[in-house]
């Protein structure tokens, strides 16, 4: 869930039981990095406590594991798959899961895609690969402005007013959707 976390932490590969400690009748997470987390690490850590809090250990059980969405609490792929199809289509599919479905050449499936997915080549996406310094990660033409496929294709004012044109010629009222998928989902 946290794979810039698993990257700069200094024990990755460390079992949970060496990562908490019980304290005033409640365990304690301790993660060690192996340096001070950025911004967008700190966010990331915060979500890992979030989720980490979630989880109630107790000090006088063994631990053990137990797959829920099977009676006898062992792992299938039957199951595994079932809670997929549950997640994607709860109510609705999502549009990227439809994408390949669009009589649309490769080329522009691809790039919808990937922009849906955040991994088109945008400065966050490149940062996330560690392959941009921390200088250079906001978008040029505003300050703190994180650039990312969301804002390059829809919040970028420029982009924003031609969005508006097209659907106005089209003779759709929209409302400004916050990511890529809610935009073409509709």
Known sequence: MFPRL??????????????????????VWNANWRRTPIIFEIEQEISLHRVLQEVKLRNTKSDLKVWNLCTDGKFTMQSCT?????????????????????????????????????????????YSCLLLSLDRFFFPFYTNVIETSDHVL??????????TILFSWWGISWCFPNILDELLHR
């Open 82 to 126: 079932t809670l997929i199809n549950s997640i994607e289509c709860s109510g609705s599919c999502p549009f990227q899961t439809q994408v390949w479905k669009f009589m649309a050449p490769p080329k522009i499936q691809n790039f919808i895609w990937l922009g849906i997915q955040n991994k088109l080549c945008t400065r966050s996406f490149l």
């Open 154 to 163: 829809i919040h970028y004012q420029f982009i924003w007013k031609l969005w």
């Open 6 to 27: 698993y990257k700069v932490s200094s024990a990755p590969t460390t079992s949970i039981s060496k990562m908490k400690s019980w304290v005033n009748g409640s365990y």
